[in-house]
């Protein structure tokens, strides 16, 4: 059997496609530049030369720690260790 979803559930995630697109186009910043997703956890990274880059948190913890790098996932310019603080 298939279950109908509630006309509130409909339209809340009427309301959230709507936003992500909004968010896509007018806020292009938000988007992760790994995942191009609207980021929910964004994470400042510093490069040493006092750059900022801001990526999904998630993705920095699996890029530095689960993979083993220790290079920005984009720029790929060396990030310290002390710089790596997750």
């Known amino acids: 059997t298939t279950v109908d979803e509630p006309d509130w559930w409909l339209a809340l995630t009427d309301f ?11 806020r292009p910043d938000f988007l992760c530049p790994v995942t191009a997703e609207i980021m ?36 790929n310019t060396r990030i310290e260790p002390a710089r790596r603080n997750f």
């Open 16 to 26: 959230h496609d709507d936003l992500d697109a909004a968010a896509r186009q007018d």
């Open 40 to 75: 929910r956890a964004p994470y400042l990274l510093v490069d040493g030369h006092e750059s900022l880059h801001t990526y999904e948190y998630n993705v920095l913890v699996n890029w530095f720690i689960t993979e083993g790098n220790d290079s920005d996932p984009v720029r």
